[in-house]
Antibody, heavy 120, light 109 residues
Framework: QLQLQESGPGLVKSSETLSLTCTVSGDSIRGSAYYWGWIRQPPGKGLEWIGITYFTGSTYYNPSLQSRVTISVDTSKNQFSLKLTSVTAADTALYYC????????????WGQGALVTVSS | QSALTQPPSASGSPGHSVTISCTGTSSDVGGHNHVSWYQQFPGQAPKLIIYDDTKRPSGVPDRFSGSKSGNTASLTVIGLQAEDDGDYYCSSYAGSNILLFGGGTKLTV
């Protein structure tokens, strides 16, 4: 059974870099039919797609976040990671990792989410 | 690209039906047959309930159905049950490996 688990610091200072890792179990991240992505949800608000990576290291990002986001993959550990630089309070959110279809990016499976709070 | 437009709230009585809309443009909703719908309960991750406009993943009750006309997709729930009370989000492929979400609709049963 596929499981995704986010991990990383729950508190980040303003202007610093947010870093999260998603560990995948029950499926190989090398699977050719899927991207591995990040989606966030500010408290009490809606979902925002952040970006995706393929096992080859190819990446695609939300244009509104592109200048601050890096998503990378470590196939040896079956993990992928998110880095978001120069964070502000607006980046406080529940961050989900997800497996997304490679053709149309449908997010089929989601992790439970990791809350990251940006403090001043 | 802008977020897709959903009504902030919807409601219906048990046993009745409700439809939630999701409006985009010809570049996303209207241009691809790939609208998805997600159900989310408090404290839980979203769950995929409709994909490719009209398809249901295994295990999703057939009370949930999706449709689309032009740049507007819809989620219809018939035979509403108390357990359907939650938040519903649409998403659409927008081309160039970009995914858009709607703002979400709180369904009250």
């Amino acid at each position: 059974q596929l499981q995704l688990q986010e991990s990383g610091p729950g508190l980040v200072k303003s202007s610093e870099t947010l870093s999260l890792t998603c560990t995948v179990s029950g499926d190989s991240i090398r699977g050719s039919a899927y991207y591995w992505g990040w989606i966030r949800q500010p408290p009490g608000k809606g979902l925002e797609w952040i970006g995706i990576t393929y096992f080859t290291g190819s990446t695609y990002y939300n244009p509104s976040l592109q200048s601050r986001v890096t998503i990378s993959v470590d196939t040896s550990k079956n993990q992928f990671s998110l880095k978001l630089t120069s964070v502000t309070a607006a980046d406080t959110a529940l961050y989900y990792c997800a497996r997304q279809r490679v053709d149309v990016l449908t997010a089929e499976y989601w992790g439970q989410g990791a809350l990251v709070t940006v403090s001043s | 690209q802008s977020a897709l437009t959903q009504p902030p709230s919807a409601s219906g009585s048990p046993g009745h039906s409700v439809t939630i809309s999701c409006t985009g443009t010809s570049s996303d909703v209207g241009g691809h047959n790939h609208v998805s719908w997600y159900q989310q309960f408090p404290g839980q991750a979203p769950k995929l309930i409709i994909y490719d406009d009209t398809k249901r993943p295994s295990g999703v009750p057939d009370r949930f159905s999706g449709s689309k006309s032009g740049n507007t997709a819809s989620l219809t729930v018939i035979g509403l049950q108390a357990e359907d009370d939650g938040d519903y989000y649409c998403s659409s492929y927008a081309g160039s490996n970009i995914l858009l979400f709607g703002g979400g609709t709180k369904l009250t049963v």
